[in-house]
Nanobody, 126 residues
């Protein structure tokens, strides 16, 4: 059983930066896929970034490409989402999620992720 603990959200002005953390406890494997999803009020949950825990595959949605960076601390079993040049449209509840079967090609599908963090709010003011 894996548990995910998120931290790092908050309120920031447009143009500012935040870094989200997702610490995994329990057994993990380098093939596992970690996804960062966000859900704004009244909208669907969407994948904004993902990688596998080995760091060999990385994905960014077009809306965050060049501004967000996903990274892995293997020793700490922690995945980070660095967010720069934040915009009001980045305001959402952010979730990390883990796919324990390494289904990289299906990373966009939230149903493949067995484990979810509790969510952390990111609010960007204009």
């Amino acid at each position: 059983q894996v548990q995910l603990e998120e931290s790092g959200g908050g309120l920031v002005q447009a143009g500012g930066s935040l870094r989200l953390s997702c610490a995994a406890s329990g057994p993990t494997n380098s093939n596992y896929v970690m996804g960062w999803f966000r859900q704004a009020p009244g909208k669907e949950r969407v994948l904004v970034a993902a990688n596998n825990l080995s760091g060999t595959n990385t994905y960014y949605a077009d809306s965050v490409k060049g501004r967000f960076t996903i990274s892995v601390d293997k020793a700490e079993n922690t995945v980070y989402l660095g967010m720069n040049s934040l915009r009001p449209e980045d305001t959402a509840l952010y979730y990390c999620a883990l796919d324990a079967r390494g289904r990289w090609s299906q990373r966009y599908d939230s149903s493949i992720y067995w484990y979810w963090g509790q969510g952390t709010q990111v609010t960007v003011s204009s």
